[in-house]
């Protein structure tokens, strides 16, 4: 399985981007996700939806942030608005299998500033 993340870039505070990240291979995707890292922190996790369409967001994100699923496309998207300086970091897609095996996406760099 291979996720491949694009949609980063630069934008301004109060602007926005949309991630995308698709899965190849055919595979059943319980969990899809993303997680971000800012310079000299950890990976944290930002939003998660569940093939159900369930879904989990930061504390950070809540109210700014919507992650969606494309099951037919194994893709996952992260639109995010109102963005802040405190959001730029490099951002992961990972995504988890029914069988519980999960795979991370290469990074895309957020960078957020006037």
């Known amino acids: 399985v291979q996720l491949q993340a694009s949609g980063g870039g630069l934008a301004q505070p109060g602007g926005s981007l949309r991630l995308s990240c698709a899965a190849s291979?055919?595979?059943?995707?319980?969990?899809m996700a993303w997680y971000r890292q800012a310079p000299g922190e950890q990976r944290e996790l930002v939003a998660l939806?569940?093939?159900?369409?369930?879904?989990h967001y930061a504390d950070a994100v809540k109210g700014r942030f919507t992650i969606s699923r494309d099951d037919v496309e194994n893709t996952v998207y992260l639109q995010m608005n109102s963005l802040k300086p405190g959001d730029t970091a490099v951002y992961y897609c990972?995504?988890?299998?029914?069988?519980?095996?999960?795979?991370w996406g290469k990074g895309t760099q957020v960078t957020v500033s006037s």
């Open positions: 291979g055919s595979i059943s995707i319980k969990n």
């Open positions: 939806i569940n093939n159900g369409g369930r879904t």
């Open positions: 990972y995504a988890e299998t029914v069988y519980g095996r999960g795979y």
